[in-house]
């Protein structure tokens, strides 16, 4: 006997189909692919030693050789680029992980249990009372510059969205029927928050994340021009403009390319972000 049940789609996969249909988050994707694909690539795809220097072809403009030009020690910047792709998508992973992680429970607890929301949001409050970037340096300020500060600088900057989002998200089902009915039963707590609260609240989470991979690469970006993140001769992006800047008048392309690079990654991340948010709305067909 032959079944023809036509078995429903899922969710997932219904979020898919609209993703797909939505050719501006198809084209911040497809930007993104790029950056990562040439960005692990790197070691194999750099035509040249990203430390390799050559006096005698110092501040090179773009050519056959050097596809971007060199630098002010005769390195070339493609290659750099390369690598520095790989250190920059790597830090705004990490800062979304851990401010996820951390926004997240903080978030859940703030909005499940009113006692402690008080305290929790008056600490998140006072961290947004201060410009993210300004917060960030006086982290740095206290921790010393380097590569791992600058990360917890821009995670700590980040957690009060997510704290924020969350806690919103959690007040608006934490009275709902079945999380009563779950309660009735007797359930623990924390069960009822990562088994039954949690899962119904990752649709904002996931678009707040995509958003914030963006912000975070912007804002290592940032510190690292300003000398409190990476320190030379590391290639990171934000870095490679600081050293640039100081050669605008003779060699553009040393701050130009990697400048590029950072605007294209975080517009690739808003425009897939906002796709998602609208792939994720409810009231989208």
């Known amino acids: 006997m032959v079944n023809n049940k036509i078995r429903?789609?899922?969710y997932w996969k219904i979020i898919g189909k609209r993703l797909s249909r939505n050719k501006t988050a198809m084209g911040g994707a497809i930007i993104l692919l790029i950056f990562i694909v040439a960005s692990l690539l790197a070691p194999w795809i750099a035509p040249h030693p990203i430390e390799q220097m050559n006096f005698d072809?110092?501040?090179a403009g773009p050519?056959?050789?050097n596809l971007l030009g060199t630098d002010d020690f005769g390195r070339d910047i493609f290659s750099r680029l390369l690598h520095?792709?790989?250190i920059s998508l790597m830090m705004g992973l990490i800062t979304v992980v851990l401010s996820t992680v951390i926004g997240v429970t903080l978030g859940i607890i703030a909005g499940y249990y009113r006692k402690v929301d008080m305290f929790i949001m008056q600490g998140m409050d006072i961290l947004m009372s201060l410009p993210a970037l300004l917060l960030a340096i006086a982290v740095i300020a206290v921790l010393g510059p380097g590569l791992t500060n600058a990360m917890i600088a821009v995670v700590i900057a980040v957690i009060p969205s997510y704290v924020r989002v969350v806690r919103s998200a959690v007040l608006s089902i934490r009275e709902k029927e079945y999380i009563e009915a779950v309660r009735a039963?007797?359930?623990?707590?924390w069960k009822i928050l990562f088994k039954h609260i949690l899962p119904n609240i990752l649709s904002p989470i996931i678009v707040l994340?995509?958003?914030q991979f963006g912000v975070s690469i912007l804002a290592a970006a940032a510190?690292?021009?300003?000398?409190l993140g990476a320190q030379p001769p590391a290639p990171e992006w934000g870095a490679m403009v600081f050293v640039g800047k100081s050669f605008l008048s003779q060699a553009w392309w040393m701050s130009i390319f990697p400048g590029m690079a950072i605007m294209l990654v975080v517009l690739g991340f808003n425009l897939l972000g906002d796709g998602l948010r609208d792939a994720l709305d409810p009231k989208t067909r």
């Open 8 to 10: 429903p789609e899922s």
């Open 57 to 59: 072809n110092r501040l």
């Open 63 to 65: 050519s056959a050789s």
């Open 84 to 86: 520095g792709g790989r």
């Open 185 to 189: 039963l007797g359930i623990r707590d």
């Open 209 to 211: 994340s995509t958003i």
């Open 223 to 227: 510190l690292s021009f300003l000398g």
